[in-house]
């Protein structure tokens, strides 16, 4: 797979390092592995997806080896905090994501590159063209409808945008199949081909790559890691983003864990139809370790309509927002709720969520209480059940209006939910609704910001 220089590295050293990598990889386990406690069913009501454990030393297939059988993307590593992992035999080779944490991170292996001993590469590549800006957003929609399950088929759709000649776009798409017959550029079929996970698409400008592709397994997330080179070694900095599909089932998922310093923006939710609360809490279950109270609707077990679970590591004081779109330029709307829980070593850091204001009046009648809801107005509220603890909203919107249940991109900032020392935490994102429909639009990213 191709290879994607560290911010800031230079480009030669970069080939060097991932060279001695590759040269063990066949040797070494460099991803450690991840178990669901909920492989039983449901737990709080919810439907089995496959979750990240994240108690150091779980792997994801208890062989001890990496469940994917390959390496992952560069910024993308093990969840395990300490990056040292649990092979089951030797221990982990540490990930590859160039942040200094990991037992056995690239640079520690020796140069196996230099044939002839005189301290030179025998095949170094010429420099890299860092003059280059080239920009990447991805959309990943299962086409089925949510939730996402073997089988069915993801469209995928890359963005490329800046000024550039001829450019390779390198897209890994992580336990999916893609259908190469598919492959089109502004609607218009294009050549490419398929390297292992990775598509490649020949560029000479700007456009909107689109193909379809099969889900594997649900052994692992889906994931589209994009990004662009000049040539074979040579990635364009910063030009990297992807997406994230949980798939329902399964007892364990791969680790996933992505370097908001290297991603511009990273799609964790797609976007979710309008449909009844009814049909989505038959689909997902319902989360009931909470409930939903001070609104216009009875208090209740609020209704999974989607969730997703992964890793993120970040520069320490990086922020972190949530938008709609890759470009972080307009707003997105969810009904009712955006729930946004952050764990480490299996403990909960800390939650928020995204909350909406009504109004009120004397129509909201509660038959299960024998109560009028809302009557001079309210903030829905969100309360962890077996603590009596309110969760703390992040950011509260008007339930009525033009702009109901819409938030401008960037308004929503979590990064006062992550570690402040920006190393892997483990994320749930979850879209939640109180009542009569469920939805999300367009979609939600996460989006770093850049220093």
């Known amino acids: 797979m191709s290879k994607r220089l560290a911010r800031g590295g230079h480009p030669r050293e970069t080939t060097r390092r991932l060279t001695r990598l590759t040269a063990i990889v066949a040797f070494a386990a460099a991803a450690l592995g991840c178990r669901d406690d909920k492989s039983s069913g449901d737990q709080d009501g919810r439907r089995d997806i496959g979750t990240i454990d994240t108690r150091p030393g779980a792997d994801a297939d208890d062989s001890g080896g990496d469940a994917t059988g390959g390496d992952a993307p560069d910024g993308v590593g093990d969840s395990d905090p300490d990056g040292s992992g649990d092979t089951g035999a030797g221990g982990d080779a540490g990930d590859a994501t160039e942040d200094g944490s990991g037992t056995g991170d690239v640079g520690d292996l020796g140069d196996t590159t230099d044939s002839d001993g005189d301290g030179a590469d025998a095949d170094a590549p010429p420099e890299c063209d860092l003059t280059v800006a080239v920009a990447t957003g991805v959309l990943a929609v299962d086409l089925n409808g949510d939730p996402l399950e073997v089988a069915d088929i993801v469209s995928v759709e890359v963005s490329v945008s800046g000024t550039f000649g001829a450019i390779d776009l390198d897209v890994d798409a992580t336990n999916l199949d893609p259908d190469v017959a598919t492959v089109t550029l502004d609607g218009a079929p294009i050549a490419s081909s398929l390297r292992g996970s990775h598509l490649i698409v020949p560029l000479t400008g700007p456009g909107v790559v689109r193909f379809e592709a099969a889900v594997a397994t649900d052994r692992e997330l889906v994931m589209v890691f994009a990004g662009a080179q000049t040539e074979p070694g040579c990635p364009v900095d910063r030009s990297e983003s992807a997406a994230i599909l949980q798939v329902v089932g399964g007892t364990s998922k791969t680790p996933t ?192 910001g850049v220093e």
């Not at 319902?286 to 890793?311: G, K, N, S, Y």
């Not at 928020?352 to 009557?375: A, E, K, P, V, Y």
Request: include cysteine; charged fraction near 20%.
């Open 257 to 448: 864990c992505i370097d908001l310093r290297r991603y511009r923006s990273v799609q964790v939710a797609p976007p979710v139809a309008r449909q009844n609360t009814e049909s989505y809490r038959v689909a997902n279950g319902v989360r009931d370790d909470l409930v939903a109270d001070d609104f216009i609707f009875c208090p209740q077990h609020p209704t999974v309509v989607h969730v997703a679970e992964f890793c993120v590591l970040r520069d320490p004081g990086q922020s972190v927002t949530v938008a709609g779109s890759y470009d972080a330029d307009g707003s997105w709307e969810v009904d009712d709720f955006a729930l946004f829980e952050v764990f480490r070593g299996g403990a909960l850091l800390a939650d928020g969520f995204t909350t909406q204001h009504h109004n009120g009046g004397d129509t909201f009648w509660c038959g299960d209480i024998s109560q009028l809801m809302c009557r001079t107005g309210c903030t829905a509220s969100l309360t962890v059940e077996s603590e009596d603890r309110a969760i703390a909203p992040v950011a509260v919107t008007e339930a009525q209006g033009a702009t109901a249940r819409q938030f401008a991109d960037g308004s929503v900032d979590i990064t006062s939910l992550l570690p402040a020392d920006g190393d892997r935490a483990d994320v749930r994102v979850t879209v939640l609704d109180q009542g009569v429909e469920g939805l999300l639009s367009p979609a939600l990213y996460l989006i770093g």
